[in-house]
Structures are given as structure tokens and as C-alpha cells.
């Protein structure tokens, strides 16, 4: 006989520890990320243990898509309509694949937790029937997923935190406070991924301490340029980088971009540096006469480098030393690493495995560790963060259909 969902909720609630996975895949439309984590207790009591990592490629064929499908002039109804459902199939073998690698069977996971992949990205609210509209859109199917794995599913993490007038980001800050924490030191998460984003933890902070926000372009605009002119996803190392020149012209340009002098609460994507920024960019380049590829990858990596650090230093008390642990794509770029090392010669500079968590894992391990704190009944959001009125019980529940 089928349970019913007060009894499988029920049932997980109560048990000393549960298997979750945690599926993100990001603005750098990459890869897909899944995490398989034992998790017991929630919030300050929380305890993680990570078991196993996996990332899984799109094929060329739904990358394209999706790139598609974040720019207003390219996107297509029908198209989003197809993603939502095939972004499902999609999770679904990356779970599968991830568990067949772990040696851990399907049924005996207990939740998944899925972001979903951001198309559109709209925290300012527009006037919509006399409504204050603010939204933000995920594709990949909760229920198609649930049922697909037989498994429940927590995803839609960002729709709560907006509907009480936040931006729906920052979110992963929560779980750098449940996990990063420190009564020793002070200390910076951040994390690059297509957009960079940082949580400033003071030492001995409490939740409503910490601050959080997006920064700006992490490889966003570094990986596309490294796919228009070099038919590659990324920059490995930062080698290209470094064989340029940054051109201060240029980069003066770059940072010229309102959303840089925006204050906190604040969160971006594509839609400000995607394609027509992009394009703007190499117009720029060409009337600048920087021709060479290096040197506009060396000037964009540049840009993540100069608006990360000149975000953190208007959250930084004067001459403060403090741990900068990095994680994400970016981690793994010496170009951006040295520079903010250059620009903080007070901080330790150095990425989460010093801490126990793997930094190409850690968003994915925070959306295992939300759908989690969901189950649990604790809001996870931080209002200083996203500016919503208040906290927010984050995520909406799938069951097998």
C-alpha cells in the first residue's frame, strides 16, 4: 500500500541521520553538480558528512539550449517548456551514475534536494497588473524528478525568500554560517562560479551578522570569450590570462557597470552580463584596439579580481585579518587566486578543503543541506542577505507521483 506523505515525512524526519543529495548546476551552464551527503540533526546542531562527488558534462546539444534560453532575443517558449522536463531526465542519471560510483543503491536515499538551472534571474521588482512583481526562474522539473527517481524531492528554493520582497539570493550564506563558523578567526566564503559571490562571517558572528551578496562576473565572461575565440569551456589554471596584458582602458569600461556601484542586498546573472554585455565588450575591445584574445581574457579576469575586491574591502573593518576560502570553478584559477592574494596581503587566501569541504562540491552540498533544513522546518534564508521582511522556509516538496 502507498504511504502517505505525513507518513514518509514523518518517517524521515525521525531518523537519526538521513542520505540526501544535493544537485546544482550554475550560471556557467557547465556541468551538472551532485553530492551524496549522510546528514543528521539540522541548523546549529547540524552534521555533515560528504560520501561521494560527481559532475556530470551537458552535451553540446542542451548547453547550447539553455544559453539560448537565457537571453530574451534568443529564448523560445517551447524550448523552456521542453528544458524544464529534460533538465529532469538529466538530474536524474546524474543520480543514478553518482550512486552506482558511491556503491550506495537508489532506494536507499532518503531526499534530494535540487536548485534547478536559472534561466532568467529578476530580483527588482516590475509593475505587473498593479502587482510588485520580483521572480526568478529554475528549470528542471521537482515532480518529473521525484518520479523518475521514486525519491522526494525539495527544489523551488528561491520563490519564498522573493515573495517576501528578497532578491532569492544569496541562499548558499546560510549554510557557509552552519558550516564555516568560527570563534577563532574571521573569515570570507567565496565562491566563483559563473557569477562570484562572497559571505563576510565575522568571528563569533551570529546568523543576523553575516553579510552577503554577488559581486559580479566570476568565469562568466571568461569562459564565453574562452568559447568564441579558443573553442574551450574555460581557462584552465588562468594560463590565457596570464600570457596577457590587462588593459586598464578597458577594464575601466567593465567596471563602469552600474550593478557594481549597487548597494547591498543585491544578486545578478546573465541577464547583466550575458550576451549584451558581452557584445559590448568586444566593441569596446576593438575601438581600444585590444586585439589580442589573451589580453581581453587577462582584462575580464581582471574585472572578477578588481569587483571582488573592491566589494570586500567596503565590508572589511580597517587592517583586519581574516581566512578568504574560496571555492567553485574559479578556485582553480591562479590568475584570479594571486590577484586576491595581491589585493589582500592581510588574509590567508586559500579554498574550503582546508576546512573539510571540496570546493567544486560545496554548492551542491549546500542545496543537499537546505532541502534538509526544509524537512526539518527552519527557515534558511538570512534577510540581511536578500532583503526579504523576514526569513523564509525555503523550497517546495515533490513526492513520486
Known amino acids: 500500500m502507498q504511504r502517505s506523505p505525513l507518513d514518509i515525512l514523518t518517517r524521515l524526519v525521525t531518523k537519526p541521520f538521513r542520505l540526501v543529495c544535493g544537485i546544482m548546476s550554475g550560471t556557467s551552464v557547465d556541468a551538472v553538480d551532485v553530492v551524496l551527503a549522510r546528514i543528521g540533526g539540522s541548523g546549529l546542531s547540524l552534521a555533515v558528512e560528504q560520501l561521494h562527488f560527481a559532475e556530470t558534462l551537458y552535451s553540446e546539444e542542451l548547453q547550447q539550449r539553455i544559453f539560448n534560453n537565457c537571453e530574451v532575443a534568443s529564448s523560445n517558449v517551447n524550448d523552456i517548456c521542453l528544458l524544464h522536463v529534460a533538465l529532469a531526465h538529466v538530474y536524474a542519471d546524474a543520480v543514478r551514475d553518482l550512486c552506482r560510483e558511491s556503491g550506495v543503491a537508489l532506494e536507499d536515499v532518503d531526499l534530494v534536494g535540487m536548485h534547478g538551472q536559472t534561466l532568467r534571474h529578476l530580483p527588482g521588482a516590475v509593475d505587473i497588473a498593479g502587482y510588485a ?14 518520479t ?6 525539495v527544489h523551488d528554493f528561491r520563490a519564498g525568500d522573493m515573495a517576501l520582497g528578497g532578491q532569492g539570493a544569496p541562499l548558499v550564506p546560510y549554510v557557509d554560517y552552519l558550516l ?14 559563473g557569477i562570484a559571490n562572497l559571505a563576510w562571517l565575522p568571528r563569533g558572528a551570529e546568523a543576523d551578522q553575516v553579510q552577503a551578496f554577488d559581486t559580479g562576473p566570476g568565469n562568466m565572461l571568461i569562459d564565453a570569450l574562452m568559447r568564441k575565440f579558443l573553442g574551450r569551456e574555460y581557462d584552465e589554471d588562468g594560463a590565457v590570462a596570464s600570457m596577457g596584458a590587462v588593459n586598464n582602458d578597458l577594464l575601466s569600461w567593465m567596471l563602469q557597470h552600474p550593478y557594481f556601484r549597487q548597494k547591498p ?4 546573472g546573465r541577464e547583466s552580463f550575458g550576451e549584451d554585455y558581452l557584445g559590448g565588450l568586444l566593441e569596446v575591445a576593438r575601438e581600444l584596439s585590444v586585439l589580442e584574445v589573451p589580453d581581453v581574457i587577462a582584462t575580464a579576469s581582471e574585472c572578477t579580481v578588481r569587483s571582488i575586491s573592491t566589494a570586500l574591502r567596503t565590508l572589511l573593518p580597517t587592517d583586519t585579518s581574516f581566512r ?18 595581491y589585493a589582500f596581503p592581510e588574509a590567508i587566501v586559500d579554498n574550503t578543503t582546508a576546512l573539510g569541504v571540496n570546493p567544486d562540491a560545496k554548492e551542491a552540498l549546500a542545496f543537499a543541506i537546505l532541502a534538509n533544513e526544509w524537512l526539518m522546518g527552519n527557515t534558511a534564508s538570512l534577510p540581511a542577505a536578500t532583503g526579504a521582511v523576514r526569513a523564509a522556509l525555503l523550497g517546495s516538496l515533490s513526492l513520486p507521483a
Open 324 to 341: 578568504l576560502l574560496l571555492s567553485g570553478g574559479g578556485a582553480r584559477n591562479r590568475f584570479i587566486a594571486n590577484g586576491l592574494r
Open 180 to 193: 564555516f563558523r568560527s570563534e577563532a578567526e574571521h573569515r570570507v566564503l567565496l565562491n566563483i562560479g
Open 265 to 268: 542586498p543585491k544578486s545578478t
Open 148 to 153: 523518475l527517481l521514486q525519491l522526494p524531492v
Open 133 to 146: 512583481i520580483r521572480s526568478t526562474l529554475q528549470v528542471g522539473s521537482g515532480p518529473t524528478l521525484a
